[in-house]
């Protein structure tokens, strides 16, 4: 889901890191001296999960786990995925600092948006219908971060929208998967660790 | 399922390493945005790609730069064959995929390559706000922490079923992993809380234990080399 320096305008950089500013300043608001350490080990935990690639097929296909990582932060989503991706630029090199604030956006924003949709919804109610909610979660959130990288790269230039519905179509599979681990580590937690998401 | 992590750290020139860290990223920022900036135009290009040239001479980064090219190339063969006219979308995918390596050089060289430590200064000496730049610093290390935790659960769950096919199956592990994990996170960031609260001597919480930077000193040269790149964006944006 990473967009690669180069190819977005600089309108769409600007709001790009402007929208992101926004979500991180909230999220630096949100987060207690206290629960730093947390956040950082949560985070690295999500990076690294990230990095598991899965046979699929004759192809392989790494998660981008942005449902569960917005579930279990919060607010706090927003500098954990700076973090991350601040990381990954420096030491893997995937993505760029440039791109970065329309990169954090593209991720964090979905995983917000499932922490703000579904995490009362998924505490609330029993395993069964928690599960389904962490499907629909972890697969919404994939579709919104398509749909976003989609309207950045459209927004840059409108000859891009073939590509965006290209990106947007690809994403469908890995939707589904995305569905399918946020439903069964939710799960997992809620029999296993609860306050985990407490 | 594989874990892959290969770092490709850059090499920091010589010739860079001489100047302060806040003057490459600053400089690294000025030069990003005024190629980033240009129009679709192969003119501008051509004077854009001076200073990676250069940088390339003196700093090589060519096996970085062959894993960020297959992305751009998949990118270019994407804009020529869904662009309305083949020959638009080819020169529009050519400029995309020079930007991507300007940039990227640009970035590698100056940032990339001065490492952590250094960079860390850079953020703290710039001000960075002090929660995020030890989110930064936590999370990287929480990574080397964490690696060989995900390393043996990896190898543990290949030693007792190795041929595992089905997707749900693996699937299932995976987020076994991925919840052990962090639940074993969560248990080693109390300790790193406790042993945080400990230096600040047990009162209040507070994050005094990272301001312990490297010491940067600012020079003339630095001051220089900020003049350059903002003479040179200049010139590559409005001559």
Same mark, same amino acid.
């Given at each position: 889901m990473h967009i690669s320096e180069g190819v977005l305008s600089t309108q769409v950089l600007i709001a790009?890191?402007?929208?992101?500013?926004?979500?991180?300043?909230i999220g630096l608001k949100k987060l207690e001296p206290d629960k730093i350490a947390r956040t950082a080990l949560v985070a690295s935990a999500f990076f690294l999960a990230s990095l598991i690639h899965f046979k699929l097929g004759p192809s392989s296909a790494h998660l981008t786990l942005i449902a569960p990582a917005g579930l279990l932060l919060g607010?706090?989503?927003?500098?954990?995925?700076?973090?991350?991706?601040?990381?990954?630029?420096?030491?893997?090199?995937?993505?760029?600092?440039?791109?970065?604030?329309?990169n954090l956006f593209i991720m964090a924003a979905p995983g917000l948006a499932a922490y703000l949709i579904f995490k009362k919804l998924i505490i609330n109610?029993?395993?069964?219908?928690?599960?389904?909610?962490?499907?629909?979660?972890?697969?919404?959130?994939?579709?919104?971060?398509?749909?976003?990288?989609?309207?950045?790269?459209?927004?840059?230039?409108?000859?891009?929208?073939?590509?965006?519905?290209?990106?947007?179509?690809?994403?469908?599979?890995?939707a589904l998967i995305e569905g399918i681990i946020t439903a069964l580590l939710i799960s997992w937690l809620k029999r296993a660790a609860p306050e985990f998401l407490a | 399922m594989n874990l892959e992590f290969n770092?490709?750290?850059? $090499?920091?020139?010589?010739?860079?390493?001489?100047?302060?860290?806040?003057?490459?990223?600053?400089?690294?920022?000025i030069l990003a945005i005024s190629i980033s900036r240009l129009d679709f135009n192969l003119n501008n290009l051509i004077y854009a790609a001076i200073v990676p040239l250069i940088l390339l001479?003196?700093?090589?980064?060519?096996?970085?730069?062959?894993?960020?090219?297959l992305a751009g190339i998949f990118m270019l063969a994407l804009m020529t064959l869904s662009f309305k006219d083949f020959n638009s979308g080819f020169i529009a995918g050519v400029i995309m995929l020079l930007k991507l390596n300007f940039i990227s050089i640009i970035f590698l060289d100056f940032i990339a390559a001065m490492g952590i430590k250094?960079?860390?200064?850079?953020?703290?000496?710039?001000?960075?706000?002090?929660?995020?730049?030890?989110?930064?610093i936590l999370t990287l290390r929480g990574i080397f922490i964490l690696i060989n935790r995900f390393i043996c659960?990896?190898?543990?769950?290949?030693?007792?079923?190795?041929?595992?096919?089905?997707?749900?199956?693996?699937?299932?592990?995976?987020?076994?992993i991925l919840g052990m994990s962090l639940?074993?996170?969560?248990?080693?960031?109390?300790?790193?809380?406790?042993?945080?609260?400990?230096?600040?001597?047990?009162?209040?919480?507070?994050? $005094?234990?990272?301001? $312990?930077?490297?010491?940067?000193?600012?020079?003339?040269?630095?001051?220089?080399?900020?003049?350059?790149?903002?003479?040179?964006?200049?010139?590559?944006?409005?001559?």
């Open positions: 790009g890191w402007a929208a992101s500013g926004v979500g991180v300043y607010w706090q989503v927003f500098p954990a995925v700076l973090a991350a991706l601040f990381l990954q630029a420096i030491l893997f090199n995937f993505g760029g600092f440039l791109v970065l604030g329309a109610n029993e395993n069964k219908f928690a599960v389904v909610y962490a499907f629909i979660a972890g697969a919404l959130a994939v579709l919104l971060a398509a749909l976003l990288a989609g309207a950045a790269l459209a927004m840059s230039n409108h000859e891009f929208i073939n590509i965006a519905k290209i990106l947007f179509a690809a994403n469908l599979p890995l | 770092l490709s750290l850059a $090499q920091d020139a010589k010739i860079l390493k001489i100047f302060d860290a806040r003057a490459r990223v600053i400089c690294a920022l001479i003196f700093a090589p980064v060519p096996k970085i730069l062959a894993h960020l090219n250094k960079f860390y200064a850079a953020l703290y000496y710039l001000k960075l706000n002090n929660k995020l730049r030890v989110l930064i659960a990896l190898r543990a769950a290949k030693l007792r079923a190795n041929n595992i096919n089905s997707l749900k199956l693996r699937l299932k592990i995976f987020a076994c639940i074993k996170s969560a248990a080693r960031a109390d300790k790193i809380n406790t042993a945080m609260l400990l230096r600040s001597g047990g009162e209040k919480f507070n994050l $005094q234990g990272f301001n $312990q930077a490297e010491i940067l000193t600012w020079r003339t040269c630095d001051s220089l080399l900020i003049l350059a790149a903002l003479i040179y964006a200049l010139i590559l944006n409005y001559a």
